[in-house]
């Protein structure tokens, strides 16, 4: 696994064309694209790393994750009164469909849909408290005390997000949010605004992978679905062609980072933060598809062959 | 295995409720929707169904990964070129996002895309040779000679599939067919009508699972592309509702038939023609979802939990 | 005419179905849809109305006409660089073309392309300013000093108005709005609950008229083109349906007014609380429908051979 | 008059950048774009022209007025049950409305719209009666026999006619056609095949016009309608447009024709072939509005001040 990460981290920095960083976010657009981690958590407790695993990133997207599973906790199956579970077919902060389903959002991954998400785990309590219930999830999946929320980050897309405040506004307009738009888009704004390491996000990711030694923050049944989710609906309008390439559920984050789950196997992360024309990282995506073809960890193909 | 088909076949004949026939194909608007079968064929060989298992039926838009399968045979990962990889997030048989991208439809499952996989596996021969080529396909998946095309069902639908033509005209309107549209129109409403049981096509279904003694039509990379797609795009806008409730990759037909794969160890087929919202068999999404959870055979799940 | 206006409100007073009164702004949700007030201004200065055109009414869209007269004024032929002059063919408040098109409005007649007449009369200026500058330009136009913003309609409407502030923040993530999106909305808002009476309303569309004597706020070139968008695109989702019944220019606002100019001869006022199914008046469409009957007022007819 | 005409006509024929001849129909594809023709036909009998008025041309898409005439005619207000009487905003073939509208085509000026006018005046008889019926129409509007259809460009329609068999069958498939697809598109192409001189089309186009010695092919009541919806929906999602530069009922065919009315003064036809970006006239839409502005015959401003 070593040298085969080692291998994938080398191709990638090797790699002339990483793609553009995102610039809509001021704070994240000065970002070197030519970075490149990725870091395996394995279901018998060993991790592995190459490239820059150690370093930082705005997890952004991949948060929509975190905030699913928490507002699953939190109000359980309702949520699916006021979010679908099918693809949308269009770009991750799309308004379109919106309009043509009476204000339910296609799914909890597209912008529109995890504000759905934030409001049902805000769920009446302040933005601070609930903010604060998200990181000790996190922390408690990824063992980590010190993964935090960076705050510049936040309050640079708090000032620019008009796009996120028109989706709030959107939902409010039809009563599908609970809480003020305000205290919606504060609260998205820091949950996408967390940073983690490669490291941290792949032992984060372990809640997701079905075996004995993993941390039991959700149920077999939710985490099956999770990451059902995550196949269908996880890359936004690429999300066909990443389980065409890949074969595995993934989410990917605007800041680079991508989740990818080996369901019996791994928690894997990878991050690079140049994107490609779908708003995922170019070399990421490009990582996880030499990383599934290597290792045969599909879901769509045998899974004992691999050793 | 067996009793398992067997209480799941008693539960679902004893539903009050199947859903409705699909009544804009005349020929099978009169059939009785109080109909249920199951088989699975197991890598190993040994084949288990219940219900009415051995009563035919039109396999209609399951025929659509037979296509899929013979098209890229045919021309290779060129089709790519033609049709897109994405979920729609619309019906079956919708024009909308086809004009929004010039006439590359979403998918190869969806009407539009899978006219273009059709125009794909007749590359220039006359549509008798290429139907043919078609059945000997399937009867050689299956390994079962009596596997055939109803002609009236065939001829009814060329009669009455205006929508149909439509898409099709749309397509050669943009150059995307090479085929006339006739050609191509009477080839596909033939595909559609190829007949089979829930054993045969269980039977024929067994060159997607992943394990030694299946029919090798296919190689591993393409069979795991066509398990993935059927995933993400295998029951049009009821895609995500079927990964997260089933969690197999399934391609269902408006006759009634879903055809499922458990990629490395069995083909499954169910089939009763009364149908959901979304134009998927009701009893049959609703059975594999209790086939899913007694089995444990989620792709998204352990897999060598289960015996 | 005097007979005339007498019949029709008559006719329209005596309608068991005046159409529901608009529940989405609380302050207009209780007025009593059975009223109705006619009025018209001839270019000869007399002035004749009939049934209650003496109460005062939110003239709510009917506002965008004055606000882009105004901006048209302050910015010129610029203000066609940020919004379109087709017909949008979808409903007020729609968001779907808008993305389409990259956040360039289809007119200034519909919700977001006001928005941005609005943001261009600001200019720079504060609120009260140009609101000032607004009621200025409509008191001299009516030559009537007594027309006012009603406050708490507009405290309400920015309260509730979830939609327009999606439309404004949508524009702004396209950098189509140079105020803050509280300014802009706020003084939208303000210019929305402009209230006056169907004699007023009527004395104020002079300035569309085609006249001597009439006040002469804009040149003759943009007065036929102010007249030709309220033609095409005037009734939103309707405004074929009013070309085709009424024949002449009119603009129509959700508190039950409706401004019609007949270019060379008058300005008409209507006004009845409750809605068609467009979000036009319906006793206020009904009536011009009779009225441009009656008079041959059509534009696209032959407009010496009335009296 | 004629020293506007030849102004306007040697301005256009100097002009380097005439646009492009549409490609899409063969026959038409080798036409040269440096010709322009127009001719007025005045209230009072006189028949003014300059250019190319005398050079035959395909009316195309001007065609749809005189088959919305001979279909009203025909079933009366009845087809307003099938087909709409808003503008598209959308291009003249497109089929994305449709799909929201249950093939209820939004006017009777876009191809959809059209083609169930041709089955509403087909309305049982045979093509070839029916395109008699046109023909005879359109002579008895112009007081010329030797109008008649070019056949070689009504074959080469019906061959590559794709996107019209489209919409065709789209229509179809909702019940929105009586006569079959073949039989419908088979009138509809030869109907576009009319071909005309400028000074033939005028001289046909004084059916609209409101004066005593028009030929009174229609009552003056659906005279004011069709040139209403010519003004809101006769230049495709270019209509605002035209009413805001030209502010006259104007209808547009991509073989490079117009036909506008003055509805109290003169039917004007101009012709040019190449087209602007919205497949009008480019030449032909310029010379209009020069026209308009010169002679003041907006229906939005003063009729009477010009001599």
Redesign the interface.
């Known amino acids: 696994m070593q040298s085969l990460l080692d291998e994938i981290a080398a191709e990638a920095l090797a790699d002339p064309n990483p793609g553009s960083v995102a610039s809509y976010i001021p704070e994240l657009a000065g970002i070197d694209p030519h970075q490149f981690g990725i870091a395996v958590a394995l279901a018998n407790g060993e991790v592995y790393s190459a490239g820059h695993a150690e370093v930082p990133f705005s997890i952004q997207s991949v948060s929509k994750v975190f905030a699913l599973a928490l507002a699953l906790g939190r109000v359980g199956d309702q949520i699916w009164r006021r979010v679908?579970?099918?693809?949308?077919?269009?770009s991750f902060d799309?308004?379109?469909?919106l309009?043509r389903e009476d204000g339910i959002p296609?799914?909890p991954f597209i912008n529109a849909g995890a504000l759905v998400a934030t409001d049902s785990y805000l769920a009446g309590s302040q933005p601070r408290e609930a903010l604060g219930e998200l990181l000790r999830f996190i922390r408690a999946a990824a063992d980590d005390e010190r993964i935090h929320i960076n705050e510049r980050v936040a309050a640079s897309e708090i000032e620019t997000g008009?796009?996120n405040?028109?989706?709030?506004?959107?939902l409010?307009?039809y009563g599908n949010l609970q809480a003020s738009?305000e205290k919606v888009l504060g609260t998205y704004c820091h949950q996408c605004a967390v940073e983690m390491t490669c490291r941290q996000l792949a032992l984060a990711g372990r809640f997701l992978v079905?075996?004995p030694r993993m941390p039991g923050l959700v149920s077999?049944e939710r985490?099956?679905?999770i990451?059902?989710?995550m196949?269908?609906?996880g890359h936004y309008?690429?999300?066909?062609?990443f389980?065409?390439r890949v074969?595995m559920?993934g989410k990917s984050g605007v800041g680079g980072g991508i989740l990818v789950i080996s369901?019996?196997r791994a928690a894997i992360a990878v991050w690079s933060p140049g994107l490609n024309r779908y708003g995922n990282s170019k070399l990421g995506t490009e990582a996880m598809e030499r990383f599934a073809h290597r290792t045969g960890w599909?879901?769509?193909?045998?899974?004992?062959r691999e050793g």
Chains 1, 2, 3, 4 share one sequence.
């Open positions: 679908g579970r099918e693809p949308s077919g269009l799309s308004i379109l469909l309009e296609r799914n008009h796009r405040f028109s989706l709030a506004h959107y409010a307009s738009v079905d075996a077999v985490r099956r679905r990451n059902a989710l196949m269908t609906c309008d690429g999300s066909g062609d389980a065409f074969g559920p369901p019996s599909s879901v769509f193909g045998v899974p004992h």
